[in-house]
């Protein structure tokens, strides 16, 4: 109905979303936001956000079962940047979240499927595992991965990405390592599929969830920004003792051909506080691993150790404690 001449137009359900007065000023507001978040979580040119990022290592795995959506969703009400989680894949081809290549450390897999053990020799003795590979989505799913953390989370399950997606979707951006991926030929290219999908393959496509990727393996790097070309950022993950081979400034020069930044263990950065100095001059991010308050060494608490790492140029802090971040700089 038309209004009449000298009274405000009157809201009806029938107008347009956006011509609405209130979802008008709520679409504004949401837009600024989401400029403000990306202005401050994505790096400049010199490899640095605004603000330092807080990446929970396997969600706020302190204090809830790793890779799990509980410890993804505490994580971000503990306002994590990131969750970091661990990418693999089932027997039938599901991405799922799974630290290690076998069941046991963290499902009740010996007692759901104690006939499906694999025998492994380690240091001349013989042990049961029970490789994720070998199980299909619908077996996984029938474990149960939170109660050996503590009975509270019993019932927890192995989560798919697509769950991890759904969970942190507009609350906290994504961290995904591809673990062990040569095990899995094709993972790269079925993990960038369901971002794409989710409209998430794109670098800060969706501000509040920002992608990144990241993997020990570098071939897999090389398959992800060589052979498919995804623009997310890619880091690469290294331990002491592939220091020497990365953190020279020819190292830098070559891991800058295929990724996009940097998460080396803590002790690199502390054995070389050059080393974020010179990746930020190659527009590098550092992100170093991990900041656990149950191991602090000589500092006098985790804040302490991270405020170390990001006062030398860190990115920001991958760590199993997201609420015990130090104040942004
Ligand atoms: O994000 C760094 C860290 O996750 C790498 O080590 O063994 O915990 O996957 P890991
Ligand atoms: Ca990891």
Not at 49 to 67: D, K, L, Q
Not at 165 to 180: D, M, P, T, V
Not at 200 to 227: K, Y
Request: proline content about 8%; some cysteine; charged content about 25%.
């Amino acid at each position: 109905m038309p209004h009449r001449l000298g009274h405000a137009p009157r809201f009806t359900w029938r107008q347009p979303f956006l011509r609405r007065p209130a979802s008008r000023l709520r679409a504004v507001v949401v837009a600024a936001f989401c400029i403000v978040v990306a202005m401050t979580t994505r790096p400049g040119a010199d490899g640095a956000p605004a603000t330092p990022w807080i990446v929970a290592h396997r969600g706020a795995s302190a204090y809830a079962p790793e890779n799990t959506l509980s410890a993804f969703v505490l994580a971000a009400e503990q306002g994590a940047t990131f969750v970091e989680f661990d990418l693999q894949r089932t027997k039938d081809g599901a991405l799922v979240l799974l630290h290690d290549l076998t069941l046991e450390r963290t499902t009740d897999v010996e007692d759901v499927f104690p006939d499906r053990a694999t025998p492994v020799v380690v240091e001349g003795q013989t042990r049961r595992q029970w490789p994720l590979a070998d199980f299909t989505l619908a077996e996984v799913r029938r474990l149960d991965a939170g109660r050996w953390f503590d009975v509270r989370f019993a019932g927890t399950r192995v989560p798919t990405l697509a769950e991890a997606i759904a969970a942190l979707r507009g609350r906290s951006g994504l961290f995904i390592e591809l673990k062990a991926p040569d095990r899995y030929p094709g993972i790269e290219a079925a993990l960038l599929e369901q971002l794409r999908a989710a409209k998430l393959d794109a670098p800060w496509a969706d501000p509040r969830t920002p992608v990144l990727l990241q993997s020990f393996t570098v071939s897999s790097l090389q398959i992800l920004t060589r052979d498919l070309r995804t623009t997310l950022p890619v880091h690469l993950l290294f331990g002491p003792a592939d220091a020497a081979r990365w953190t020279s400034d020819l190292g830098l020069t070559d891991a800058r051909t295929f990724a996009t930044g940097l998460s080396p263990d803590k002790r690199v950065l502390r054995a070389d506080p050059t080393l974020t100095a010179r990746a930020r001059a190659r527009g590098m991010p550092v992100t170093p691993y991990t900041f656990r308050a149950a191991a602090v060494g000589a500092y006098a608490d985790v804040a302490a150790e991270m405020r170390e790492a990001i006062a030398q140029g860190a990115a920001g802090v991958i760590t199993d404690n997201p609420d015990q971040a130090p104040p942004r700089r």
